[in-house]
């Protein structure tokens, strides 16, 4: 049975929000609190279209206050837990905020959900909780090798969250997913950071050789698997979740010349990251096995999200200066 009361944390941030409009569309009579910090990666502008709406509360505040998580806890059936810091190159340069957020956060908010006894607790972890993949695809009982300092705090929560299902009884659920593009992610990751990037005629900084692979997921596919997954997945059981579209860097950076009308004289190789994972691939049986599909064309909705921020140029500019440092120290040796 679905939900009827949800707490999502992160909801102002690029999956959340996403899942926020989502979920209002998809089920009328349900009720939604989103609970986010608005880091430098939040913003309530992108919950656009679900912050008028009734059934939508909005608070700002930490996953890591356990009263602030408290008060929204006792009124929730089920937690959707999204809010991370989530930026690769971020906790390569810094990482305390990633352990913090993403393990001390989730404990937080399992605490709190043990207490109150919700009835569903959704984990949003990630796919690179198993490292590089040089070939086949990981099942959901690969070993787990992060090599990151974001994933390895992934991989932290991620656990947390299977231990209190097995200690406690809270009935988690945990899913992997893979690279997650579509509207309002913010201007740091690889598609909406290439595309500002082009818009203005900059060089892509492709990191190595940008032979890299990726699996890239729609959101709205990662949304729908949310939703099967709070309706029928198995408390205690792990969930990968990817479409299938595999492709190296310098193929999607091609892509986004292709679709803006640009040169390739724009793609640049620079540094490499460090620690860099080549390639993550997920085998999803377990998830088709519950009746879940990807439904979007990889080609079309590629192309579709490209075009978006190439049209929000301002809500690109006004997100990117909110990270000016950031993007300074990051690329200065890169450009
Ligand atoms: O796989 C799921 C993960 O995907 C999520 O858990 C993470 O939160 C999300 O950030 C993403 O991680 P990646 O490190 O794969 O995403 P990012 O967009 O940072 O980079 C995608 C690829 O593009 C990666 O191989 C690094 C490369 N890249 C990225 C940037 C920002 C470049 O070559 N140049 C760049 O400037």
């Known amino acids: 049975m679905l939900p009827k009361k949800l707490l999502v944390t992160g909801g102002a941030g690029f999956i959340g929000s996403n899942f926020v409009r989502f979920w209002l569309e998809q089920h009328e009579d349900c009720s939604i609190a989103v609970l986010d910090k608005l880091t430098y990666a939040g913003s309530v502008e992108n919950l656009e279209g679900a912050e008028k709406d009734p059934r939508c ?7 890591c206050d356990r009263d602030v998580v408290d008060a929204l806890m006792a009124e929730a059936d089920a937690v959707v837990h999204f ?39 959704v984990h949003v972890s990630t796919d690179e909780v198993y490292g590089e993949l040089l070939e086949g695809w990981a099942k959901e009982t690969a070993p787990l090798m ?11 929560g991620d656990r947390m969250a299977y231990a209190f299902f097995a200690t406690y009884g809270v009935p988690t659920i945990i899913t992997r997913g893979a690279n997650t593009y579509g509207p309002y992610q913010y201007p740091e990751k690889l598609v909406p950071f290439f595309v500002t990037r082009a818009v203005r005629d900059e060089p892509l900084p492709l990191y190595g050789d940008g032979r890299q692979v990726r699996e890239w997921l729609h959101v709205s596919d990662h949304c729908g698997a949310i939703e099967v997954l709070l309706e029928r997945g198995e408390p205690g059981q792990v969930y990968n979740v990817a479409a299938s579209n595999e492709r190296r860097n310098i193929e999607m950076a091609r892509i986004i010349l292709d679709e803006l ?75």
């Open 57 to 63: 509360t909005f608070v700002q505040g930490d996953v």
């Open 83 to 121: 809010a991370a810091e989530t930026h690769v190159d971020r906790s390569i340069l810094a990482a305390g905020d990633f352990i913090q957020t993403d393990v001390f956060g989730t404990f937080v908010l399992l605490e709190s959900a043990r207490e109150h006894r919700v009835d569903g607790f």
């Open 146 to 156: 992060p090599r990151n300092p974001y994933s390895a705090s992934k991989a932290g």
């Open 261 to 335: 009308g640009k040169s390739e004289s724009l793609l640049r190789f620079v540094k490499d990251r460090p620690g860099h994972d080549r390639r993550y691939a997920l085998d999803c049986s377990k998830l088709h096995s519950l009746g879940w599909r990807p439904k979007a064309d990889f080609d079309a909705e590629i192309r579709a999200t490209i075009r978006w921020y190439a049209k929000h140029r301002d809500w690109c500019e006004c997100a990117l200066a909110r990270s000016k440092a950031y993007f300074e120290e990051q690329y200065a040796d890169r450009a």
